[in-house]
């Protein structure tokens, strides 16, 4: 991705590189991403990531399966501490928390929290004294982002927010892509089908007698 930040936050042009990777509906997206998190910490040392979510609805649902498999990436991959904090304008001092912590942070943040200059995000707060700004921290980490159905996030104005974040790279999750930049996988809805990850339909003929 290339193009300018928001206006009146940076002047910088900035690229980084997406993969897409296309699963079919009822699959274990979400499971997929947050599992892919403690792959890339556990080869290659990436402990700092930014999951943005185009929905509310889709942001509580990320939550709610952050919660359930907790314990069950600790028991696969043996990790002391992975936190998820769901971003909160009025708690914007955990921005700090996430980018100083030294183990694997996520960031749950939606879309709309950070696609306008006059988001609590990019202004100065008591809150976090000194020179940098929220997202400026953010930045700073050079995060992995990861898109959660990036259809909803093709704007202009979506993918300057998402520059902001001076991503390292980003991963584009979805069932329903409308592009998909480096394409690295695909699960089709006939090889879910094949695989029984999705639930099945039986026709039962009715005849009368």
């Known amino acids: 991705e290339r193009g300018q930040m928001l206006e009146g936050v940076s002047n910088d042009i900035y690229e980084y590189p997406s993969f897409s990777v296309e699963m079919e509906t009822g699959t274990g997206k979400t499971y997929v991403y947050l599992r892919?998190?403690?792959?890339?910490n556990q080869k290659y040392g990436f402990n700092k990531y930014v999951i943005v979510v185009p929905s509310i609805a889709i942001f509580q649902g990320v939550k709610k399966s952050w919660e359930i498999t907790q314990n069950h990436f600790k028991t696969i991959y043996g990790n002391d501490?992975?936190?998820?904090?769901?971003y909160d304008s009025g708690r914007i001092q955990e921005v700090k928390t996430f980018a100083t912590a030294k183990n694997i942070e996520i960031l749950l943040i939606t879309m709309a929290a950070f696609n306008s200059v006059s988001n609590n995000l990019y202004k100065p707060t008591d809150k976090l004294p000194g020179e940098l700004l929220p997202y400026e921290y953010i930045q700073q980490t050079r995060p992995i982002v990861i898109l959660d159905e990036p259809q909803n996030m093709t704007s202009q104005k979506s993918k300057d927010a998402l520059r902001t974040l001076k991503p390292l790279l980003s991963l584009r999750y979805s069932a329903?892509?409308?592009e998909t930049p480096n394409l690295v996988y695909r699960l089709t809805p006939v090889e879910a089908f094949r695989r029984n990850l999705v639930k099945r339909i039986q026709v039962v003929g009715v005849e009368q007698r």
């Open 176 to 178: 329903t892509h409308k």
């Open 81 to 86: 501490y992975c936190a998820l904090r769901a």
């Open 36 to 40: 892919t998190i403690h792959e890339l």
